[in-house]
Each structure stands twice: as C-alpha cells, then as structure tokens.
Nanobody, 121 residues
Framework: QVQLVESGGGLVQPGGSLRLSCAAS????????MGWYRQAPGRQRELVAV???????NYSDSVKGRFTISRDNAKNTVYLQMNRLKPEDTAVYYC???????????????WGQGTQVTVSS
C-alpha cells in the first residue's frame, strides 16, 4: 500500500504565502506523477499542479505564475509553494500520486487525506 502524508496548510492573509509538502511511503515501485488537487465547498475537485517523474510540471490556469510545484525523487516528496494567495484559493488541498507498487501491476491513483488552506483577512 501507499500512504501520502500532507503538511503545511493553514490560515493566511490575502497576498501571503504557504508551502505544502506531501511525502509518499509504503510499497512503492514507481511514482510517475505527483501533485495537488483542491476542492472548495460546493465545488468539484480540481487540478492545481502536477509534476511527472522527469520534472515536467503542469499547472491550472488559475495558479500559473503564483504557485510552483517541485519534487524530490529521492525522498518521494512533492512540494507546492503558493505565493500571492487569494481568497478563491481557499480549499482542501489533496496530495495525488499516480504510480504502482510492483512491476507486475498497472499504475493507479492514490490520494492523501487533505489539508485545509484558508485565505482570509
């Protein structure tokens, strides 16, 4: 099994910054993609940013230029640096991993428990 442990959420004022971290552990053979999704009250879960094993990132248009995703493959950890935060960034942020536990199975999705990010004055 794969476990994802998130940290770094909290309350921040508009224009402020936060850094999220997500560490993957357990029976991991391959991590192809890691990243972040978010879900605000009454809305569907949406992509924030993901990064593949080669280091290529993909951002949603709403966070481009403000958020930066990075990855430490040696630590199986992904980071999300969030700058110039806006009230509309308020949501539960979920860590995401697409990978597999052995060479004999197909890749699948794994999710963390989520961490709350609140942007408010």
């Amino acid at each position: 099994q794969v476990q994802l442990v998130e940290s770094g959420g909290g309350l921040v004022q508009p224009g402020g910054s936060l850094r999220l971290s997500c560490a993957a552990s357990g029976s991991i053979f391959e991590i192809y993609i890691m990243g972040w999704y978010r879900q605000a009250p009454g809305r569907q879960r949406e992509l924030v940013a993901v990064i593949n094993s080669g280091g290529t990132p993909n951002y949603s248009d709403s966070v481009k230029g403000r958020f930066t995703i990075s990855r430490d493959n040696a630590k199986n950890t992904v980071y999300l640096q969030m700058n110039r935060l806006k009230p509309e960034d308020t949501a539960v942020y979920y860590c995401y991993l697409h990978g597999r536990t052995t060479r004999f199975v197909t890749r699948r999705d794994y999710w963390g428990q989520g961490t709350q990010v609140t942007v408010s004055s």
